[in-house]
């Protein structure tokens, strides 16, 4: 995970939560959730939860809170976070209330074509500018509520598990280190749709393996991805990353990687040449509130002196079309998403376009 925030826009209010997200959790990886990996130690015997014939089987989940009890097929979904938005519309489920997390902002593309696709119109909605509206969600009635996705189950299991079973992961840690595909496992547990979910990582892993392989010119190519924090420039494809969607495409890691990790992952302006790479991807998430803006970053001449600088092997990673954000949280909905935006870029950066 990333240590900037998980919302999806550029306005005021999701910069002030990226903010405080970033101090609270700055050595978080940016591409982690975009690798492999299991729930071994709280995934639920397939069993508990199989579907026979289209039949519902009673499912019990235990967290890290308690355990949800699922005793029919939820029908009333409700979601607490955007990712958990994008499990429910995945999985073909229009919840019933999510977050407004576009706060007047454009739906990122991903999601509305999402919910284009289940006709489902503008997506019922509460001001979460507090938190989670607890008595917004209750007055839905869910059967079930997604928390796959958030880092306030600490805060709001208690008060949500009165309204409707609560779907969240085992151990307080996954909340930054459980991948997308596992957090949709769960949650399509849960649901009875696990074959649905199936299909979902099927989709998205042809889509990565599709462009690799129409894409040879990647293969071997090594990377450098940093992301402009308001600390520090982010050293984010570190030794000990996760291979992410760029290692999906066949990009490797620098031998400057090695030098890096989780709790070490700050490059000062006297150091930028360890950024170099056959191609280097840079993002601003924060724009020009971050510790140095783009006009200084690459207008800095040891910068400039980069090889994959002057070669014009360098991209802006933009965030505010959402691609960042996208591949900081890749989720069932954006990460073939992201993998389409990124290609182009990548097409341009090895090329030096």
Known sequence: ??????????????????ATATAAALSLTLLAACGGGTDE??????????????????VSQKNA???????KKPVKVATVSDGDTSIALALGIVPVITPDVEDGSPVAQFKQRAIDRLKAGKLKTYDDTDGTAYEAIAAEAPDVILGMNTWEMDKDYAKLTPIAPVVTYTDKAQADTLTWQDRLRRAAQALGLEAKAE???????????????????????TYTYAVVHPEQISFMSYGA????????????????????????NGISLENLDQLDADVLLVTYPFGNRG????????????????????GKHFQVVPSDNNLASAIAYPDALNASWATEQLVPLLQK????Q
């Open 349 to 352: 950066a090895v090329a030096g």
């Open 199 to 221: 299909e979902v990582i099927k989709a998205s892993e042809k889509t990565t393996a599709d462009a690799a392989a129409a894409h040879p010119e990647f293969k071997g190519r």
């Open 65 to 71: 809170w308690g355990t949800a009890e699922v005793k």
């Open 241 to 264: 990353q996760d291979p992410g969607v760029f290692e999906k495409l066949g990009f490797v890691k620098t031998d400057k990687a090695k030098n890096y990790g989780p709790d070490k």
């Open 1 to 18: 995970m990333s240590s900037y925030a998980r919302t999806r826009t550029t306005t005021a209010r999701r910069l002030r939560r990226a």
């Open 41 to 58: 130690q709280g995934a639920d015997k397939p069993g508990d939860s199989a579907t026979t014939a289209g039949a519902f089987k009673p």
């Open 291 to 310: 510790v140095i803006s783009p006009a200084e970053l690459e207008g800095n001449k040891l910068f400039q002196s980069l090889n994959s600088v002057k």
